[in-house]
């Protein structure tokens, strides 16, 4: 076999990864369709269902940055395998919950009247408590898997490895995952969840699999790091200060936390906006998934070649453009059909931006602090959209006792797309290629 072929091919530890990311990832999609249909056959309030999905967010804001520390104190490996058995722990006490209410929940393909039971508290509270609990799991878990990725593959490899990643990514959390949840959903409200739960027990069986040497060098060398700083405190507070020092991290953390805060207020109340805007089933609110599944799995193949022809700093920009004014479109729609069109467009476009920001961090932060800086990166980044997602349900909420409900539901879409172009406004002069090569050559020279 040619060298150059040899080269080209990701290692099999990386396909243990990314089968991990696959089976995980396909549970996850099978409850994104599940959680909201649930919520919504449970309460019709905007306010009371944005602030279960915030549940499931806050924890990016609360524990991100601790995070960060603990990940670079310890086997990220072990940590991934860890937050897996919790996630599939909570995820199956949450099932049985549902299966013990099974009989209180008819006509769950149309939420509209579909539980006549009376425990509509007890299960509201169960989902916000494991959301909660699954968000922090989450927290920890993506950030070592994020971190993980240099350990698996060499440098050379991180664009193309991340763009696969993504890829399966985007196919199993919005296409095959939604797909199966909506059949699962027919058949009984609690069997969404129950293959969640084993998917992720089969996820952290496949990363124990994976076996890589340069643990030990990171793990002597995060040895001798913490002599020299001592404190958790000191640790955490040295790799949000190498990210506050960095002149394209900190705008780029900023940026993403507007975009992140923009998404979750046009989409807090998304799954009333499609049912009672656009009076979608629960297979056509499958089928919606599905776009983002399209969009992400071409963006994770294409974008990488865009990327190569058009530049970095251009590929942001139409990330930074594209993002908003599809968002904003949806303001006008009256057709799941064109919803559909903009998902696509929007997931198309914000893994060009992932592919790029995160690749971008991989190369440039010292691995000794990448869990640390990387979560000081996701506290800004992520840490929004809690905020967002009450926004949006706020909103819609003060806004439904002004005008009619039809219109409140679309409001947000035009508010989001609003902060998104201020955003851009903002950022546009950030991130060039040319800083971006810079950074990475001055990154270089410090190894």
């Known amino acids: 076999m040619p060298a150059s072929q040899s080269s080209q091919r990701l290692p099999l530890n990386y396909w243990k990864l990314w089968g991990a990311s696959f089976i995980s990832n396909t549970g996850n999609g099978v409850t994104a369709i599940a959680f909201p249909w649930l919520a919504s056959a449970l309460t019709r309030s905007p306010l009371t269902i944005s ?22 104190r310890l086997d990220r490996k072990k940590i991934i395998i860890a937050t897996d058995l919790l996630r599939g722990a909570v995820t199956a006490l949450a099932t049985f919950v549902l299966i013990f209410h099974r009989n209180d929940f008819v006509h769950v393909k149309n939420p509209l009247g579909a539980y006549h039971g009376g425990s509509q508290s007890l299960i509201l509270g169960t989902m916000m408590c494991a959301s909660f609990l699954l968000g922090s799991a989450e927290v920890l878990g993506n950030n070592s898997s994020q971190t993980f990725m240099p350990e698996v593959i060499s ?3 991180l664009a193309k490895g991340n763009g696969q990643m993504w890829s399966a990514e985007y196919l199993t959390n919005s296409f095959i995952g939604p797909a199966l949840g909506s059949l699962l959903l027919g058949v009984a409200i609690y069997l969404p969840f129950l293959v969640d739960a084993g998917s992720f027990f089969a996820s952290a069986a496949l990363i124990s699999l994976i076996s890589v040497q340069a643990r030990k060098i990171v793990k002597s060398d995060r040895g001798a790091h913490q002599s020299a700083t001592g404190t958790f405190i000191t640790e955490l507070k040295e790799g949000f200060a190498w ?8 705008p780029m953390a900023f940026t993403l936390g507007a975009l992140n805060f923009f998404s979750q207020i046009a989409f807090a109340s998304y799954i009333l906006f499609v049912q009672e805007v656009l ?3 629960v297979f056509i609110f499958a089928l919606l998934g599905t776009a983002g599944a399209a969009g992400g799995f071409l963006g994770g193949l294409v974008s990488p070649k865009i990327i190569k022809r058009i530049g970095e700093g251009r590929a942001l920009t139409v990330a930074l453009v594209g993002m908003p004014a ?29 592919v790029v920001t995160v690749s971008f961090r991989q190369t440039i932060i010292p691995p000794q602090i990448l869990g640390r800086v990387n979560s000081g990166y996701r506290f800004f980044g992520w840490g929004s959209m809690p905020l967002g997602s009450l926004a949006g349900g706020l909103l819609v909420n003060i806004l ?30 950030s991130f060039t290629s040319e800083r971006l090569e810079a950074a990475r050559v001055h990154a270089a020279g410090q190894d």
Do not use: C
């Not at 990016?60 to 603990?70: D, K, R, S, Y």
């Not at 059909?337 to 903009?342: C, K, R, T």
């Not at 609003?418 to 002069?429: C, S």
């Open 243 to 250: 990210l506050m020092g960095h002149e394209i991290l900190r």
């Open 51 to 72: 602030i279960v999905g915030l549940m499931s967010q806050l924890p990016w804001l609360l524990f991100t940055l601790p995070a960060g520390v603990i990940t670079d």
């Open 279 to 281: 009076h979608v089933s």
């Open 400 to 429: 439904q006792g002004h005008i009619s409900r039809n219109l409140a539901l679309r409001i947000p879409f035009l508010v989001a797309g609003a902060i998104g172009l201020i955003t851009w406004v903002l950022a546009r002069k």
């Open 326 to 354: 599809v968002t904003a479109s949806a303001f006008f729609m009256h057709s799941w059909y064109l919803l559909y069109l903009a998902i696509f467009m929007e997931t198309f476009i914000s893994v060009m931006w992932n």
């Open 155 to 157: 440098e050379e490899h």
